[in-house]
């Protein structure tokens, strides 16, 4: 029987992969990145993606405070091969295919929303603006 490339059973390993590979860096970077570039910022791993011929992954990475993410995207690169080094310790694969970082502002913007619908809200009457969360309105 003639396998094709893109069976449910290989998408579910891709897709595996890609997760441990996630945290497998998010660990890396906790533990090894001393770069006086990233001093004080908040470094999150949202996704990995692996390419189809599995020779790269990458990784959408969300900084705060935001003005610094371009700053941590040029030290994450600088400090690849010890990531690289910090994530063969978390994960076994045969070879760990080739390091991209690219950033992702989708929390920064999810925020950003949160706050104007919560303005919005707020401006019609339907949540006092004294309260600290929506949720916390409705109970009693």
């Not at 897709?15 to 998010?26: D, I, K, V």
């Not at 470094?43 to 969300?62: E, K, Q, Y």
């Amino acid at each position: 029987m003639n396998r094709q490339s893109h069976e449910p059973s290989d998408e579910r390993t891709a897709g595996r992969l890609s997760s441990a590979l996630r945290r497998a860096m998010q660990s890396a970077i906790a533990e090894g990145l001393s770069d006086p570039r990233v001093e004080g910022c908040l470094i999150s791993v949202l996704n990995a993606v692996m390419s189809p011929d599995r020779s790269t992954v990458r990784f959408h990475i969300s900084v705060l405070p935001g003005e610094r993410g371009m700053l941590a995207i040029a030290a994450l690169r600088h400090a690849s091969g010890r990531l690289k080094a910090g994530m063969i310790k978390k994960i076994e694969i045969r070879r760990l295919p080739r390091l991209e970082f690219e950033l992702d502002d989708s929390l920064k913007k999810q925020a950003s929303l949160d706050a104007a619908m919560l303005a919005a809200s707020q401006s019609r009457g339907e949540i006092p603006a004294s309260d600290p969360a929506p949720e916390e309105h409705n109970q009693d």
